[in-house]
C-alpha cells in the first residue's frame, strides 16, 4: 500500500490508520477499565465479507457508540471472540469501515472533525438541523456517497437518527436496504447513556456493564419485500419496536434492579 494512496473520499490510509491506531488508544478504558463491554456474537464479524455490509443499530450518544464498534470489529478480525482485550488489534485496523452522521454534528469542533476523517459518512438530515425541525429533500451527492461507502467496505448507521429511545426508523434506511441490497448486521447496544454524557466524550459514571450484541445477519427479501416491511424488520432487529415498550413483570423487573446494581457505580 503506498504511503498516499486514498480512499473513495479522498482521505489518505496512511493517516487514517494512525488516527484509529490513536483514537483507540485513547479510548480503550472507557470500555474495557473505567467500564466493562460485554460482548455477544462478534464471531459473526469473521466471516463477512470486505464491502457491502451494513450495520444498524440503536443510538444512545453521539460518538461512544460508533467508537465501540470500531473497538468490536477490529478486535474481532483479529481473532479475539466477544473481547476487546489487549489493544494490539489496533495496530492493523480495517481501513474500509465508515459511519453515517449529521453534517452538522461532525464539523461542531475538532475532535469531531478528527472522527470523520476517520470514516464518517457525512449526511445534511432532512427532518432535523440546528436543533429545529425541518423537512427538505434528501440530497443525491449524500445518496451517493452512502453507496460509495458499502461499495468500498462496511457501513454503520443508526437508523432512528436519534439518541432518543423508540424513535421511528428513518425509510431511508430501508430505500439503501432495496437499492444496495447489503448484507445487513443488526447490533443491540446499552449502557452508554450511563456511561457517557449525550456526546459520549464525557465519562458519567465508572463501573458501567455496557452491552453489545451482534445478531445474526437479517433475511430480507430486497425484490419483494416494501420499504414498510424493511422498516418493521429493522425496529424488531434492533428491539426499537413499540411492542418492547410493553408493561414488564414484576419477577423481570426485580431481576432488573438486582442487575442495575451490580452495573451502576457513582462517583
Known amino acids: 500500500m503506498g504511503l498516499f494512496k486514498k480512499n473513495p473520499f479522498g482521505h489518505k490510509l496512511f493517516l487514517k490508520r494512525w488516527l484509529i491506531r490513536i483514537l483507540g488508544a485513547l479510548t480503550h478504558r472507557r470500555y474495557r477499565g473505567f467500564n466493562e463491554l460485554q460482548i455477544e456474537g462478534s464471531e459473526i464479524i469473521k466471516n463477512l465479507p470486505d464491502s457491502n455490509v ?6 444512545q450518544t453521539y460518538f461512544a457508540d460508533v467508537t465501540a464498534m470500531f473497538h468490536v470489529f477490529n478486535a474481532s478480525l483479529s481473532g479475539r471472540v466477544d473481547s476487546i482485550k489487549n489493544i494490539g488489534y489496533l495496530w492493523k485496523p480495517k481501513l474500509n469501515i465508515y459511519f453515517v452522521a449529521a453534517k452538522e454534528t461532525m464539523k461542531a469542533g475538532l475532535l469531531p472533525r478528527i472522527m470523520a476523517y476517520a470514516g464518517s459518512v457525512s449526511i445534511e438530515r432532512t427532518w432535523r438541523s440546528k436543533g429545529e425541525n425541518v423537512n427538505r429533500q434528501v440530497k443525491m451527492s449524500d445518496v451517493n456517497n452512502i453507496g460509495k461507502a458499502l461499495n468500498d467496505g462496511w457501513l454503520i448507521t443508526f437508523p432512528q437518527g ?8 428513518r425509510r431511508g434506511t430501508a430505500h439503501i436496504i432495496k437499492q444496495h441490497k447489503p448484507i445487513v448486521i443488526p447490533i443491540v447496544i446499552d449502557g452508554f447513556r450511563r456511561s457517557f454524557d449525550k456526546k459520549g466524550l464525557r465519562l458519567k459514571k465508572k463501573g458501567i456493564l455496557q452491552s453489545f450484541i451482534i445478531k445474526e445477519p437479517l433475511k ?8 414498510d416491511d424493511i422498516v418493521t424488520q429493522l425496529e424488531y432487529a434492533i428491539e426499537q419496536h413499540e411492542s418492547f415498550r410493553k408493561v414488564i413483570p414484576l419477577e423481570a423487573l426485580k431481576e432488573m434492579e438486582e442487575l442495575n446494581k451490580m452495573r451502576e457505580w457513582e462517583y
Open 162 to 169: 436519534t439518541t432518543t429511545p423508540f424513535k421511528p426508523i
Open 220 to 227: 430480507i427479501d430486497y425484490e419483494n419485500d416494501s420499504i
Open 54 to 59: 451494513l450495520f444498524v443499530s440503536n443510538h
